[in-house]
Structure formats: structure tokens, C-alpha cells
């Protein structure tokens, strides 16, 4: 019988709804505590989801027994902040993309976990969808040639009121650090996370990219375009095209079906997730650490670092600076 992982959340907001609504749907994890800096908060979240533990402020979690790994969902820059409280109890953690705001902090978050011997890892979904996973045995097969292009759009339109953090510069708001690394991840995994080029151009409002679109060129001739968003709507689709067809992911983040185009004709191939996409990565994170693996193959902290790389040099090429870096 497999040993039980007891979960705990660090800040309950939105994303946190998600992860605890899928843990219900993981065999062999279980919430039992949430940590909130609002003790009403952490009330009501622990109320909803029937969590037996609620702790105000994160160090009385990162104390407390019986808890075996921690999913971080607060804010941006607190991260990093976050998880070394979490690595230094010897805790392991599961952090909300992005893992850390900018390479050097993921940096230093890695080398926190290995000194610790404890997991780390990006909670990037994606990567561990099935349709996802389909999508590459497909391209590995060679049935729609060599692969030219890909694109990836995750564009949407939100106001300040809906989400005032994703409009201020204070909490590295902005749609490239929220869901144009999406796009970044999608390219990595079709044709590898080495561009040679990358060019950007954005649409800077207020301190925040409410607009970034990215061209990334790759030694094979490949071309990615990758563009995100947080005042524009687009299709939120992804493409690989190759020479011989292209695969149509819609929902390319979330992706359930894809649809094949090639010499063979045009097919659907439906690959569903478990239930909202966040359990696959859950049960990777729990294998991983029942194994006693401090680093997932999917999604290894190298990997994450090198996206987080790919944005400080898309940010650098935009003009866009965090206050909380200067």
C-alpha cells in the first residue's frame, strides 16, 4: 500500500480553489492544512474543503508535524520567500508557476531544496496533461514530418477590478510572467528550450506587459510565436506544423483533444485529464516524492530556469523592470 502525502496550502486565493478541488481527485494525497496571513481567510478556505488544520502565517505550517509537502500559491514575489521557509522545515514543495520571478531567484530556490534534500518543482500543468503527452508521441512518430513552427496564444481580457495584482508592477503582474509562460513551456517541449534568437515587442501599461508577443528562431530553421495577453482576446489555441501536417491543440494549456492533420487525412483525438488538469502533476509530485526524487523528469527546476531566463531576456528586450528587483 502506498503511502499517504499530507498536503498543505500557503495561500488561499484563486489558484489554491483549483489544487484542492483536484487533491480530492488523487489517490494516495490528502489536504490537511491550509497556512493563510488572514485567519479568517484560512477559515473559510479550510471550511470549504473540509481542511483540518489552518494556521496564520506560514512559519507555525512549515513547523507543524505530519505534514509531508506544500503547495505555494500566493502572489508572484513571495514565491521564493515562501518555499525557503518551506525547504529549510524540510518540507516539499510544489510552487505555482512562475517558480520565482526572474532566473536568479530560481537559482538560489534550487540550491535551497538540494541543501535540503527535499522536492522542488514548478507546478507547470501542462506539461503533464495527456493530450500533451499525445501530442508528442505523434511528432516522435514522424507522421507530420519535421516540425517547422509553433504557435501559442493565451490571450484574454481583464479589468483592474477583476484582478488588481495582475495590473501592478508591485506583484510582477502583467500577461507574460501569468500566462505567456505557457506559450514559453509549449515551445520548449516541441522544439527543445535552446533558441538561438528571440525577439519582443509589448504593449507596457502602468508598469505591467498588458500585451508581449515573441518570435523565437531555433538552429533547425524552426520559428515559435508565442503572444499573451491581459487586454486582448484571442483564441487560446497551439499549433505544431511540420512538413507534412499540423496538430491543432485547442486550449493549448488545458488541452483535452487534439486535431491531427496530415497526409493521412484529419482525425480528433480526445486524451482528457483526470479532472481539472491539476491532477497530473499532483500524482507526479507524489511519486516523485514516495521514490524519495528531489527533482521531476517532466519538470525538472533546470528546466524552470531556463524559461525564467528566456523572460528576463524577454523583459530586458521590452524595458520592463519589477520595482521589487531594483
Known amino acids: 500500500?502506498?503511502?499517504t502525502i499530507n498536503w498543505g496550502i500557503v495561500g488561499p486565493g484563486n489558484i489554491a480553489n483549483k489544487f484542492a478541488k483536484a487533491l480530492k481527485n488523487v489517490d494516495g494525497a490528502e489536504l490537511v492544512a491550509v497556512a493563510s496571513r488572514s485567519e479568517k481567510s484560512g477559515s473559510e478556505f479550510a471550511k470549504k474543503y473540509n481542511i483540518p488544520q489552518v494556521f496564520v502565517g506560514y512559519e507555525e505550517l512549515a513547523k507543524a508535524e505530519g505534514i509531508d509537502a506544500v503547495y505555494i500559491a500566493t502572489p508572484h514575489p513571495f514565491h521564493k520567500p515562501c518555499a525557503e521557509i518551506f525547504?529549510?522545515?524540510?518540507?516539499?514543495v510544489l510552487c505555482e508557476k512562475p517558480v520565482c520571478i526572474n532566473a536568479k531567484q530560481a537559482v538560489e530556490l534550487y540550491e535551497c531544496a538540494k541543501e535540503n534534500g527535499v522536492f522542488l518543482m514548478e507546478a507547470m500543468w501542462t506539461r503533464f496533461l495527456p493530450a500533451i503527452n499525445e501530442a508528442k508521441k505523434i511528432v516522435q512518430s514522424g507522421e507530420i514530418g519535421e516540425i517547422r513552427g509553433i504557435q501559442a496564444d493565451f490571450c484574454y481580457f481583464c479589468t483592474p477590478d477583476e484582478d488588481p495584482k495582475l495590473f501592478s508592477n508591485d506583484t510582477a503582474g502583467g500577461s507574460l510572467l501569468d500566462v505567456g509562460i505557457y506559450g514559453l513551456n509549449f515551445a520548449a517541449i516541441f522544439l527543445g528550450s535552446s533558441p538561438e534568437t528571440i525577439t519582443s515587442v509589448a504593449d507596457i501599461n502602468s508598469g505591467v506587459d498588458c500585451q508581449t508577443n515573441v518570435l523565437?528562431?531555433?538552429?533547425s530553421g524552426a520559428i515559435a510565436s508565442v503572444s499573451s495577453a491581459i487586454n486582448t482576446q484571442k483564441p487560446e489555441n497551439g499549433y505544431i506544423f511540420g512538413t507534412n501536417g499540423y496538430i491543432t491543440l485547442p486550449r493549448f494549456y488545458g488541452v483535452q483533444e487534439i486535431i491531427v492533420n496530415s497526409g493521412d487525412g484529419e482525425r480528433v483525438i480526445s486524451k482528457p485529464s483526470i479532472g481539472d488538469g491539476?491532477?497530473?502533476?499532483?500524482?507526479?509530485?507524489?511519486?516523485?516524492?514516495?521514490c524519495?526524487?528531489?527533482q521531476s523528469d517532466v519538470m525538472p527546476m533546470e528546466e524552470s530556469?531556463?524559461?525564467?531566463e528566456q523572460m528576463d531576456y524577454i523583459r530586458e528586450q521590452i524595458n520592463l523592470k519589477y520595482s521589487m528587483l531594483e
Do not use: P, Q, S, V
Open 87 to 92: 525547504l529549510n522545515a524540510k518540507k516539499h
Open 292 to 294: 524519495g526524487k528531489t
Open 1 to 3: 500500500m502506498k503511502k
Open 278 to 290: 491539476f491532477e497530473e502533476e499532483i500524482y507526479e509530485a507524489c511519486d516523485c516524492i514516495r
Open 305 to 308: 530556469i531556463i524559461i525564467l
Open 216 to 219: 523565437m528562431k531555433y538552429k
